[in-house]
């Protein structure tokens, strides 16, 4: 590989033009320990089979859980719930701490289901692909839940939360 001519900074900085949504997700092992974290590297994979992906660090907290998750849930804030993605955020608190300030109850196979999410995707581990500092996780979808919302999608950009993205207009 042709050694990069731009260092960490620069390459996060080019990659941060990229506007994203925010998610925020949760998983549950076979012991019933949680994890909970925000996800940005969140894009939908296939429609049949229904599955989604995103990116984890090794070196986050939660990956050894979401390494051994039994299911997954992935949630997709709105503009008026960028308090969840910076809870979830918060590197050295538990999940359980990050679940106690938020409303939550439990869903299949007990993974922690956060009710008032615009779009909600349950499912379980497929395929874990280990790619540099990252892995990216694949989870089979078997549960969906929309609740359609007046407000924008929570957005991320330049490393900053941003102006949502808001719905486009209908066009004549
Ligand atoms: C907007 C935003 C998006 C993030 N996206 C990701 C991501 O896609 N993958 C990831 O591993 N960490 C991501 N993080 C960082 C994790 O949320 C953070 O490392 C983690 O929640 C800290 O807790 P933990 O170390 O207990 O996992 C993101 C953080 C923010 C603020």
Redesign the pocket.
């Known amino acids: 590989m042709t050694e990069p001519l731009f260092d960490t900074a620069q390459f996060r900085a080019v990659c941060s033009q990229f506007p994203t949504g ?1 998610t925020a997700v949760t998983a549950i092992d076979a012991d019933g320990e949680c994890a909970a ?5 969140f894009t939908s994979v296939s429609l049949e089979p229904a599955q989604v992906l ?4 090794t070196s ?3 990956y050894p859980l979401i390494s051994r998750a039994t299911r997954v849930a992935v949630h997709v804030l709105r503009q008026d719930q960028e308090e969840i ?1 910076r809870r ?4 050295g608190v538990t999940a359980a701490e990050k679940l106690a300030g938020v409303s939550w109850s439990a869903g299949p196979g007990g993974v922690p289901v956060l009710p008032d999410t615009s779009a909600t995707l349950l499912g379980t581990v497929g395929d874990r692909i280990h790619s540099g500092d990252h892995v990216i996780v694949l989870l089979d979808v078997d549960h969906v839940d929309l609740k359609p919302s007046p407000l924008s999608a929570l957005a ?1 950009y330049q490393g900053r939360f941003a102006a949502p993205v808001g719905p486009v207009a209908p066009t004549a």
């Open positions: 925010v974290l925000t996800v940005n590297s995103f990116c984890i660090g986050a907290s939660s993605a979830f955020a918060t590197s991320f």
